[in-house]
Nanobody, 121 residues
């Protein structure tokens, strides 16, 4: 059974940084795609960053140059380093996983429970 557990959210002032982690268990596929998504109140879930099992990355235009997605395969952990945070980055952040190349589309099969990020001005 695949489980994804996010952590690392919190409150920060604009310009600050946060590091989100997603611990994955029960996921043994050799070829996979994982991504970070966010959803603000009243808005649809949107893709933030994604990575495949070969290390290829994709970012939303709104976070390009500020966020970095990476993975620690030895620890089965997906990481999102967020720098230069803006109030508009405030949202619940989720990680997703699948064997289908959804990339930044929020159609992944497996999801975590989310971690809240709040950026104040």
């Amino acid at each position: 059974q695949v489980q994804l557990v996010e952590s690392g959210g919190g409150s920060v002032q604009a310009g600050g940084s946060l590091r989100l982690s997603c611990a994955a268990s029960g996921y043994t596929y050799s070829s996979y795609y994982m991504g970070w998504f966010r959803q603000a109140p009243g808005k649809e879930r949107e893709g933030v960053a994604a990575i495949d099992s070969d290390g290829k990355r994709s970012y939303a235009d709104s976070v390009e140059g500020r966020f970095t997605i990476s993975q620690d395969n030895t620890k089965n952990t997906l990481v999102l380093q967020m720098n230069s945070l803006k109030p508009e980055d405030t949202a619940m952040y989720y990680c997703g996983a699948d064997t289908v190349d959804w990339w930044l589309l929020p159609k992944y099969k497996y999801w975590g429970q989310g971690t809240q990020v709040t950026v104040s001005s």
